[in-house]
Antibody, heavy 115, light 110 residues
Framework: EVQLVESGGGLVQPGGSLRLSCAAS????????MNWVRQAPGKGLEWVSY????????YYADSVKGRFTISRDNAKNSLYLQMNSLRAEDTAVYYC????????WGQGTLVTVSS | QTVVTQEPSLTVSPGGTVTLTCASS?????????PNWFQQKPGQAPRALIY???NKHSWTPARFSGSLLGGKAALTLSGVQPEDEAEYYC??????????FGGGTKLTVL
């Protein structure tokens, strides 16, 4: 069974940093592209970042470029999102999603940026 | 700033048919935008329904179909069920580098 489990969310002050993780199981993680998508409270979905299966190709939404860094460790079946210089508008549930077709999603982890 | 536009809300009767659309501020949506569709119910993670315009996932009910219609991506539900009441989002790819979600359509089954 394919499983994606996000962790690392929490309350952080503006300007702070947080690292999210997504633990994958039930499939060959190294064969799949991965994505981060977020959803602010009561709002729609926003694509955040993409990483290719090898990690050699990476894309970011303009809203996070220069502040967030996506990475992966295929040996540990894990996806990461390093978030720096956090702003109030980064408050959201962060989901990891598998593949070019976003076929599988985790349940999300909540990040709250507030003083 | 690329904007993807969906109907904010639609209402359909049980057993009826409804089409949701997804438009791009850059012009006509083509298969090269690889339209994806997702369903999200309150308190749940999104669930993928359609990818690359019209391809269904193994779990996608047969009553859901994707297409291109009048320069937009479209999701059609035929024989709507009460459990189809949800928020629906489209996602478009821009040059492979950017992906943009639409604002979502709240579908009410009444």
């Amino acid at each position: 069974e394919v499983q994606l489990v996000e962790s690392g969310g929490g309350l952080v002050q503006p300007g702070g940093s947080l690292r999210l993780s997504c633990a994958a199981s039930g499939f060959t993680f190294s064969s799949y592209e991965m994505n981060w998508v977020r959803q602010a409270p009561g709002k729609g979905l926003e694509w955040v970042s993409y990483i290719s299966s090898s990690g050699s190709t990476i894309y970011y939404a303009d809203s996070v470029k220069g502040r967030f860094t996506i990475s992966r460790d295929n040996a540990k079946n894990s996806l990461y999102l390093q978030m720096n210089s956090l702003r109030a508008e980064d408050t959201a549930v962060y989901y990891c999603a598998r593949g070019y077709n976003y076929g599988y999603w985790g349940q999300g982890t909540l990040v709250t940026v507030s003083s | 700033q690329t904007v993807v536009t969906q109907e904010p809300s639609l209402t359909v009767s049980p057993g009826g048919t409804v089409t949701l659309t997804c438009a791009s501020s850059t012009g006509a949506v083509t298969s090269g935008y690889y339209p994806n569709w997702f369903q999200q119910k309150p308190g749940q993670a999104p669930r993928a329904l359609i990818y690359s315009t019209s391809n269904k996932h193994s779990w996608t009910p047969a009553r859901f179909s994707g297409s291109l219609l009048g320069g937009k991506a479209a999701l059609t539900l035929s024989g709507v069920q009460p459990e189809d009441e949800a928020e629906y989002y489209c996602l478009l790819y821009y040059g492979g580098v950017q992906r943009v979600f639409g604002g979502g359509t709240k579908l009410t089954v009444l």
